[in-house]
């Protein structure tokens, strides 16, 4: 599994099912269409919750935790959650996850050509202090939980999925290398 620090707060991995997660990104597509919230809202998580693509996907990021964070056994059950991203203006949303997670991870089914623009800006400590990534296809990006990001505007008329997911520790992770504590 390679890991990569691209700093204290923000890692990264290689994603071993994103062929899989590839070839179902038609799967996705119906199914965020299909249960996403009846409004005006963009962008709007959609949860997926069972099913085989849902285990896959899990066991794949819980793995990754285990491995990689000594963290306390997961105390909450927490959903895959599909964010379909077509925002081509400059609407930021900062926002972290605090709440429900202590570890949080994306990754990207498609994102857009890096000169498409379609990153994402993550905020540290305040709103001035960031890092903007350009996902990379297969990797997966672990942060802490309390971590602001935000999704950028795109250039790229094609839709961009992410899926998102959270790991609840009782204790604060510490990573098994760096020894960071988030």
């Given amino acids: 599994m390679n890991f990569f620090q691209i700093n204290k707060w923000l ?8 062929n899989y997660v ?39 990021l819980l793995k990754i935790i285990l491995q990689n964070y000594y963290v306390s056994p997961n105390h909450q059950n927490h959903s895959l959650g599909i964010y379909k991203q077509d925002n081509t203006n400059n609407i930021r949303n900062p926002h972290n996850h605090i709440l429900s997670a202590s570890i949080t991870s994306v990754f990207y089914i498609n994102p857009p050509k890096s000169k498409e623009g379609g990153g994402i800006t993550l905020y540290f400590s305040n ?18 939980s309390w971590v602001y990001h935000t999704p950028e505007p795109q ?8 899926i998102n997911w959270g790991y609840m520790s009782r204790i604060r992770p510490i990573h098994k290398i760096t020894g960071d504590l988030w």
């Fill in 11 to 18: 890692h990264s991995y290689d994603l071993s099912c994103y």
């Fill in 22 to 60: 590839k070839k179902n990104e038609f799967y996705f597509n119906k199914f965020y269409e299909e249960n996403k919230p009846n409004n005006h809202l963009k962008g709007v998580n959609v949860p997926l919750e069972d099913g085989e693509i849902y285990n896959i996907i899990s066991q794949n």
């Fill in 127 to 144: 709103l001035n202090e960031y890092i903007t990534i350009h996902p990379i296809p297969g990797k997966v990006y672990f942060f802490p």
């Fill in 155 to 162: 250039t790229s008329p094609t839709p961009r999925f992410s």
